[in-house]
């Protein structure tokens, strides 16, 4: 189980996923994914990262550095947070709106905030 395929293999299947799903998920092809687990190719380190996510497990436990599969739960949070896409958009068009629609966007937040 030390190598990145087994781990990668196993990764997958504690979420309970096929690898057909995994490849729905990250348009990739059952192939590449099998290869993958398989250890007949590697993936490039912003395929690792993302397989990481999708897992919720460290790049370093897929990687056999540690023994510790699980990511810290604020690590899971941030990595979630900046992943959505509508979130994105949103941080994107921010700088571009008006004073006053941001003065209006930090009342609604105090206000979500306070309840």
């Known amino acids: ?15 309970g996923w ?4 995994v490849c729905e998920k990250l348009g990739i092809s059952n192939s590449r994914l099998s290869g993958y687990e398989r250890n007949y190719r590697e993936p490039d ?25 699980a990511r810290g739960e604020s690590e899971n949070e941030f990595e979630s947070f900046i992943s959505d896409p509508d979130l994105q958009r949103w941080y994107a068009d921010l700088p571009k709106s008006s004073e006053e629609d941001l003065k209006k966007l930090r009342k609604m937040w105090e206000i979500i905030k306070s309840e």
């Open 1 to 15: 189980m030390g190598s990145l395929g087994g781990r990668l293999r196993k990764a997958r299947e504690n979420k």
């Open 18 to 21: 096929s690898q057909t799903l």
């Open 45 to 69: 380190t912003k395929m690792l990262s993302t397989l990481a996510t999708l897992y919720a497990v460290s790049i370093d436990w897929l990687m056999g550095m540690t023994e510790e599969s």
